[in-house]
């Protein structure tokens, strides 16, 4: 079992920065890659950035590509999303989730445990 616990969103302006993190707890955090997703009102989920177990590797939706990076520190068990450049399409809540390989994969599917979310709103 991994627990996962998201931090970090909040109300932000357009144009502005957040960093999220998620803390893993449980089973063994540096062997699984990890992603984060969103998901807007009255929209499905979708994903937003993964990385390997290494943290190597690093993949991203082109609709935050050059304004997210996703990162991890396998030491203190914790992924990271630094969000750059802010804009009001961004709110959503978003999730970490640990996916069931080592790989980074980019479906839901592929990723076994979830956080609760965290609310991201980007005020115009």
């Known amino acids: 079992q991994v627990q996962l616990v998201e931090s970090g969103g909040g109300l932000v302006q357009a144009g502005g920065s957040l960093r999220l993190s998620c803390a893993a707890s449980?089973?063994?955090?540096?062997?699984?890659?990890m992603g984060w997703f969103r998901q807007a009102p009255g929209k499905e989920r979708e994903f937003v950035a993964g990385?390997?177990?290494?943290?190597?590797?690093?993949y991203y939706s082109d609709s935050v590509k050059g304004r997210f990076t996703i990162s991890r520190d396998n030491a203190k068990n914790t992924l990271y999303l630094q969000m750059n450049s802010l804009k009001p399409e961004d709110t959503a809540v978003y999730y970490c989730?640990?996916?069931?390989?080592?790989?980074?994969?980019?479906?839901?599917?592929?990723?076994?445990?979830w956080g609760q979310g965290t609310q991201v709103t980007v005020s115009s």
């Open positions: 990385i390997s177990w290494s943290g190597i590797s690093t």
């Open positions: 449980g089973r063994t955090f540096s062997r699984r890659a």
């Open positions: 989730a640990t996916a069931r390989g080592t790989v980074v994969a980019t479906t839901g599917v592929d990723y076994d445990y």
